[in-house]
T-cell receptor
């Protein structure tokens, strides 16, 4: 099965700085890579995703990059704000499969 | 907006009790999922269902069972709760026969087994 590794487990940045979270996956058949944000007391919520036919995707201050050859993908948050503080999860899924494999999570703390 | 609701936010049970966790979604999604969330382990899939009365085991099904009698409702059952089942349980749903779309999560149920 798929194995998704996520680093770092905790990340502390100053407001306005950038934050980068990295994930690697093992199954070359995985083709869909979502990122979820989980705020305290809430369930995870999708913030951005990327499919394997695309190398990069941006949505305002958030971007995701994918390197299929190296089997890794990253979340980039620019101009971080205190409300970005949360736990972030990456995930991977094979085409036509119901199962998502999640990373272990990164707790991001943005200091004002 | 898609809404996934879970019957309890917090639950305390005793070892050996039978525990039911209920999940309801209001968007007519085919797929529903139960995950367990533990620190440092991320989200691990317990069971999922892609249709009424259909279920498939996830990565950690031992000690759990599920029921899906209606499309909107997916129940997780702990037949005989044990302390190692103390965890956060998350329900999710998604559209599409093969789960090709975004998963929407409920707020979670924090279960403590004493």
């Amino acid at each position: 099965g798929e194995n998704v590794e996520q680093h770092p487990s905790t990340l502390s940045v100053q407001e306005g700085d950038s934050a980068v979270i990295k994930c690697t996956y093992s199954d070359s058949a995985s083709n869909y890579f979502p990122w979820y944000k989980q705020e305290l007391g809430k369930g995870p919520q999708l913030i951005i995703d990327i499919r394997s036919n695309v190398g990069e995707k941006k949505d305002q201050r958030i971007a995701v990059t994918l390197n299929k050859t190296a089997k890794h993908f990253s979340l980039h948050i620019t101009e971080t704000q205190p409300e970005d503080s949360a736990v972030y999860f990456c995930a991977a899924r094979r085409y036509n499969f119901n199962k998502f494999y999640f990373g272990s999570g990164t707790k991001l703390n943005v200091k004002p | 907006d898609v809404k996934v609701t879970q019957s309890s936010r917090y639950l305390v049970k005793r070892t050996g009790e039978k525990v039911f966790l209920e999940c309801v979604q209001d968007m007519d999604h085919e797929n529903m999922f139960w995950y367990r969330q533990d620190p440092g382990l991320g989200l691990r899939l317990i069971y999922f269902s892609y249709d009424v009365k259909m279920k498939e085991k996830g990565d950690i099904p031992e000690g759990y069972s599920v029921s899906r009698e209606k499309k909107e409702r997916f129940s997780l059952i702990l037949e005989s709760a044990s302390t190692n089942q103390t965890s956060m349980y998350l329900c999710a749903s998604s559209l599409g026969r093969r789960g090709e779309n975004e998963q929407f999560f409920g707020p979670g149920t924090r279960l403590t087994v004493l």
